[in-house]
């Protein structure tokens, strides 16, 4: 019987392989074909992603130069928008009385948001307005019931002080964040406002605020939206806010300043900005088709010939993601977000009649498809996949300006936004290029819409007042919840980090030993970055832990 096996199984195998082992030469047979499998087919497509890669590299490099000159040329000429908008401070009337102001509502949306609640409404109604010119909103979509208790317990305590308040719940979160604001704006007293502030839950306004945003309204008919910037009260919580605030920095002071300069478009922040309603009604209103209702409302508004500012001295607080899990929800959200509304808007940004050639080459080419594709996927193929692959293939040389000169600049540019934290440069990249894995992931599910989680919606988990009482009591807020650090380490590991980061380091080990071009040097120092996230040493411990 076992002889009839062996028979039946020796004779699958191909005479040439028995022939070969025969004579001892397998070996030799099977290097011959590993160099032809090389020649043939590897060393070709790695060449091709190469280019590719290269020619995305080049892609990235022109923008953020660009952008550069444009800023320079802003700061020379002082083209401010109060220079290149009529701005006049509103007066009171003596005759008119408060009817000089315009009717304002202010809209709080939130979701069980516990810790932050009491400081986004406080600060909401502490807004320096006429009192009767003015309707705070807070949109409550808040499924535990003791938040939602506290909420409007809250709400109500503000509306016993003359405040005019209103406490809105659905019976459902359909739509999320955008069907909370859509159903908002349905209630019958927002007919009498002409304009709407838009606070996410940590956010926190001075009060000033209307009254340096408003008046680019009232003179300039032609403006739809007004956005302010952020202000981060968490910046220095922990390395990984701290480079957070380096992107957020560059992307409010370079992207939104020359979006609003060169093409009055850019992308509303989703907060901390004011509405015109004529124009949020005209481009169609909110809508839930991305997980970037922001993004959407401004494409379409702009489509409208709406024209949007960005004033960057005015300044409003938030929070940053302090916690890892926290900020990679996030960042899927913003990756696959604008991918997939890409992919739904193209062909109506390429068709509409009311914008020039000149703003749909910007938001088409350089505000979706370099920004919100090409930097993902560009940055996590060159430099983690295709440079540590690069090691073992000799024969394939990457220019050293690619290499070097390209990401130095583009790394040196983004860092003078933020430049007491230009030290941390070396973090950033490689944090930076950890993300990317993320955001490449979460893009391609947006432009393919593959997955379950192309519409997913997770509310960023926030520390409020938790962060407010360590300031005041010097309590380094790093140490906020040290409650359960070993316990839920197996929730921390990250796979995808620490498979990637296993690759990256296989590769530096090769290239230690063959190699000659020093890539190990930058390669250890990605798999340590890999590693780190991985085993969910980065950003603090959940403060619900």
């Known amino acids: 019987m076992i002889d009839i096996v062996h028979k039946d199984w020796v004779s699958l195998i191909p005479d040439t392989l028995l022939e070969w082992t025969k004579n001892g030469d397998i070996t030799q047979e099977l290097g011959i074909l590993w160099q032809q499998l090389r020649v043939l087919c590897l060393i070709p497509f790695m060449k091709f992603a190469v280019y590719v890669c290269l020619t995305m590299s080049v892609m990235l490099f022109i923008e953020p130069v660009y952008m550069a000159i444009v800023i320079l040329f802003v700061k020379l000429t002082g083209r401010k928008p109060e220079k290149r908008y009529k701005w006049e401070e509103l007066k009171d009337d003596v005759e008119a009385g408060n009817s000089n102001y315009p009717m304002v509502l202010v809209q709080i949306p939130m979701y069980n948001e516990k810790e932050v609640y009491q400081l986004s409404i406080g600060a909401a109604c502490a807004l320096s307005w006429p009192s009767d010119r003015i309707i705070i909103q807070v949109l409550d979509d808040s499924t535990d019931p003791i938040v939602k208790d506290l909420v409007e317990v809250e709400c109500q305590q503000w509306a016993s002080k003359g405040i005019n308040i209103k406490y809105q719940i659905r019976s ?36 000033d605020f209307l009254y340096k945003s408003i008046p680019y309204f009232v003179h300039n008919p032609e403006i739809g939206l007004v956005q302010a910037r952020w202000k981060f009260v968490n910046a220095n919580t922990c390395l990984m806010t701290r480079v957070q605030q ?172 933020t430049p007491r934290s230009m030290h941390l440069v070396v973090f950033w990249v490689l944090f930076e290029n950890v993300m990317s894995m993320h955001r490449t992931k979460g893009t391609l599910i947006g432009l393919f819409e593959a997955g379950g989680r192309v519409n997913e919606w997770v509310v960023t988990e926030k520390i409020g007042d938790a962060l407010l009482k360590s300031k005041e009591n010097n309590i380094p807020a790093i140490k906020l919840s040290k409650k359960s650090k070993y316990s839920d380490f197996g929730d921390r590991l990250s796979l995808l980090e620490l498979g990637m980061g296993t690759y ?42």
Not at 518 to 528: A, K, M, S
């Open 246 to 417: 380096m992107s957020l920095n560059y992307h409010f002071k370079v992207e939104q300043e020359v979006g609003s300069s060169a093409y009055a478009f850019f992308g509303f922040n989703g907060t901390a900005g004011v509405w015109r309603i004529l124009a949020l009604k005209e481009a169609g209103g909110w809508k839930d088709r991305t997980t970037v209702e922001d993004m959407d409302l401004s494409v379409r508004a702009s489509l409208k010939g709406w024209k949007f500012v960005y004033v960057g001295a005015i300044l409003v607080k938030s929070e940053l993601p302090s916690t890892f899990k926290a900020f990679r929800f996030q960042q899927h959200r913003w990756s696959c977000g604008p991918a997939n509304l890409f992919r739904k808007m193209v062909m109506e940004i390429i068709k509409s009649q009311r914008v020039s050639l000149w703003k749909k080459v910007h938001v088409i080419y350089s505000f979706f498809f370099v920004r919100k594709i090409i930097a993902h996927t560009g940055t996590f193929l060159f430099y983690c996949v295709v440079i540590p692959t690069c090691v073992f293939f000799p024969e394939i040389v990457i220019p050293k300006w690619a290499l070097l000169y390209i990401p130095a600049i583009i790394t040196i540019l983004n860092a003078l936004e």
């Open 172 to 207: 459902n979160r359909e739509g999320y964040k955008a069907g909370a604001l859509k159903e908002g704006l349905k209630h019958k007293y927002v007919d009498m406002c002409e304009f709407v502030a838009i606070f996410d839950a940590d956010f926190q306004p001075d009060p």
């Open 504 to 545: 990256i380091l296989m590769c530096a080990c090769y290239d230690v030993v063959f190699g000659k071009y020093w890539l190990f040097i930058y390669l250890f120092g990605q798999t340590i970055a890999f590693y780190v996230t991985g085993f969910g040493y980065v950003g603090t411990l959940s403060s619900h832990s």
